[in-house]
């Protein structure tokens, strides 16, 4: 039989124990045949082990034969406790170190022995393959004083944050950029951009670096350049580096950057999955609620390609009857529409059993939508690419319903990380994956890192962040050569290159030229008037280079900051944008949550680039933006307090404790917050107690 007649016949009936026996055989046969495929053959093989039971029940004795295939092709954590002792004994060589209820399969066995060697690693692997467990494995082996891990998200690093502080207890979890250092053994956790705050960590042991393609600046993320600049940073005095990705082909030149460096790529997973072909039918909202109804009680992510997709798909669920109901997220539907505002989707479809996750919702939000996700709570969450990236989900189904990341087609590698969240080991063994549109073109996807190539073709951006020792002869003329040229100083172009070398340039003639002016707006320090804030915005608007977070203009800018700063709370705060009802309403909440995402970096970043180039054009001392930029970052929440909202707390609870809780300790903050959490002091509802808990689980 050939592998199509093989997957049909083991998932199809098997009426008695001989024709169990026969198939198994087959495939066993098949996984030792030297013209087999691999891939297929693993994919066989989890296929027998989804119906283990069934196969036990109609023929005794058939267990330790699987078990044996299980050996064979090295998929151990499946056998654990099961099995002879021939089994039992290779489980036990598969333990991990100092984690004992985990067992490595075979290729992450192959791949943590050369890092617990030392070596240094590039890992391309599925998304189901367990690349963050070598990094927990690693660390409980060789016990290294300093590690750094660079993550892309907010989202990542609470949910790399929250692993790292219940598996190593001993260590100093450091995620904030104001944290000092107190112990010997220290994690730092950081967003590339946050990272590059801190002053230089000395000595470290282990640098990681998550979804490292993203280093590619061909991919278009404006992020690129800061964590090229982080790897520059850290890559080469690290004493080991692991960087860990999905599907990635190649990493052309990877030895020129360090000798100890190797790229291994491998195919393996430890899931599988069924292909649901829909490209006949196409994106249609029927066909998917149909196909919704077909997997049952089965959660499910949904994929689109942007938030307002995100608010149209969930309108037309939320008509179609779909529901998972239990008493906490209709609870909690209530609360958030109390609190956000009641036209918004998400509070209606959790009441329902349907999340929505993308960049525009709050962050302790989205982590909630991710933890009832996994807990059964929600059927499905409609999603983007924002869930994708590296954040652990047990769902056993994928529907690919848009074909675009907003408005750039999908390519080969994002459909198949996308595709990758289909199944999960000891719970969905086989996911679905549901397609609404025509597969990708197969290519090669290769990561060109600039660092990794000669650098006299670097990026005036990424050079100018270098130090002069990293850089050739050619290097650092140009670095000069452009210095030179400038008016500002070589630290101001250095650190605010991510907004672009000649746009700082024209950024200080155009300040030059208006601060000439005695009444200019732009002089002001501590908090602007409203008049004083347009203007300060308006200046680099058109200038430098800058997401706008669906701000229109600098005058929309400064309305949505004034209105923040003067709002008792969140809902306040959206009840002076939000006037329409039902869909049209999303898009004017998504905006309001757009502009918080902004307030939280982006904005308070321009006015500090904004400060230095004015200090540097008139002298110091004659305005002061800083002190605004902290509070619109803070999101005029005092102190650190906003900062909890990375810990779990929904924004609307810490504005409500802002009054109780020590704006000037954060570790303090967050001692009473897990009390409150326990019921020990409060000055929260019943149910807000219980979503506090479960927030910060």
């Known amino acids: 039989m050939n592998p199509e007649e093989l997957r049909a016949r083991v998932s199809g009936p098997l009426e008695d124990g001989d024709s169990i026996f026969k198939i198994v055989r087959a495939i066993a046969y098949y996984f030792q045949t030297a013209s087999s495929d691999d891939q297929t053959a693993l994919d066989l093989i989890i296929r027998v082990l989804d119906r283990r039971e069934e196969f036990e029940a109609k023929l005794l004795g058939i267990g330790p034969m699987i078990d044996a295939i299980l050996r064979e092709v090295g998929l151990f954590p499946y056998i654990k406790d099961r099995g002879g002792w021939r089994e039992q004994l290779a489980t036990e060589t598969m333990r991990v170190p100092g984690m004992e209820d985990f067992v490595f399969h075979i290729e992450q066995a192959i791949v943590f022995n050369k890092l617990a060697q030392g070596k240094s690693l590039i ?112 890559g080469k005095t690290a004493k080991q580096i692991y960087f860990l990705g999905p599907s990635i082909d190649e990493v052309p030149n990877a030895g020129s950057f360090r000798d100890d460096v190797e790229f291994l790529r491998t195919r393996y997973s430890p899931v599988t999955a069924d292909i649901i072909d829909q490209t006949d039918i196409g994106p249609s909202s029927e066909q998917l609620i149909e ?5 049952g009680r089965t959660n499910s992510l949904i994929y689109v390609q942007s938030p307002p997709s995100a608010s149209r798909l969930t309108n037309e669920l ?26 918004w989707f998400l509070a209606k479809g959790v009441s329902k059993g349907i999340g929505i996750h993308h960049g525009r919702v709050p962050r302790s939000i989205a982590h909630l939508m991710i933890s009832l996700f996994n807990q059964g709570e929600l059927a499905a969450i409609v999603c983007t690419s924002s869930m994708i990236e590296g954040i652990n989900t047990a769902a056993e189904n994928v529907f690919i319903y848009d074909r675009k990341i ?81 008016e500002l100083p070589p630290e101001i172009l250095a650190r605010w290159a991510e907004f672009g070398i000649d746009e700082l340039n024209t950024l200080a003639e155009v300040v030059s030229q208006e601060l000439d002016q005695q009444n200019s707006l732009l002089r002001w320090k501590g908090v602007p008037t409203f008049d ?35 709002s008792g709370s969140m809902r306040e705060f959206l009840d002076g944008f939000v006037s329409s009802e039902g869909l049209p309403a999303q898009s004017e909440i998504d905006r309001c949550f757009n502009f918080i995402r902004g307030a939280e970096y982006t904005f308070p970043q321009v006015l500090r680039a904004l400060n230095d180039v004015v200090d540097a054009v008139i002298g110091e001392g004659e305005v002061d933006y800083r002190v605004f930029a902290a509070q619109l970052q803070g999101l005029f929440i005092p102190g650190e307090l906003r900062a909890l909202d990375e810990f779990g707390v929904p924004i609307p609870i810490i504005q409500r404790l802002s009054g109780v809780l020590p704006s000037d300790d954060f570790d303090a903050a967050r001692r009473q917050i897990d009390e409150i959490s326990e019921g020990v002091r409060t000055r929260l509802s019943e149910f807000e107690t219980k979503l506090l808990k479960v927030c910060l689980d």
Do not use: C
């Open 318 to 343: 939320l008509k179609s009857g779909l529901v998972r109901r239990s008493d906490f997220t209709q609870e909690l539907g209530r609360w958030l529409a109390d609190n956000f505002h009641p036209e």
């Open 123 to 234: 890992l391309s692997a599925p998304t189901s393959f367990g690349k963050s467990l070598l990094i927990d494995a690693l660390i409980s082996k060789s016990r290294p004083n300093t590690v750094v891990a660079v993550v892309p998200t907010i989202a990542l690093l609470d949910e790399f944050r929250r692993r790292m502080e219940k598996r190593f207890p001993e260590y100093q979890v450091i995620t904030r950029t104001i944290e000092e250092r107190t112990q010997k053994q220290a994690i730092f956790i950081g967003t590339q951009e946050r990272l590059l705050e801190r002053e230089l960590i000395e000595n470290i042991d282990l640098f990681v670096i998550d979804e490292f393609y993203k280093l590619d600046l061909e991919r278009n993320d404006k992020r690129s350049l800061a964590l090229n600049t982080i790897l520059a940073r850290y």
């Open 406 to 486: 907003n408005t750039t087609k999908l390519d080969r590698f994002t459909f198949d990380n996308i595709k990758g969240r289909a199944g999960r080991m000891f719970r969905h063994n086989i996911g679905k994956v549901f397609l609404y549109n025509p597969t990708p073109e197969p290519e090669n996807f290769e990561v060109h890192v600039p660092l990794f190539n000669p650098d006299e073709l670097l990026q005036p951006e990424l050079l100018m962040q270098l130090q002069d020792d990293v850089l050739s002869p050619p290097a650092r003329r140009r670095k000069r050569a452009i210095q030179g040229a400038s």
């Open 291 to 295: 196909d919704l109804q077909s997997v």
């Open 532 to 566: 004083e804030a347009e203007a300060t915005f308006g200046v680099p608007w058109n200038i430098l280079r800058f997401g706008k977070h669906d701000m229109r203009t600098a005058r929309t800018v400064a309305h949505f900051a004034n209105r923040l700063r003067v």
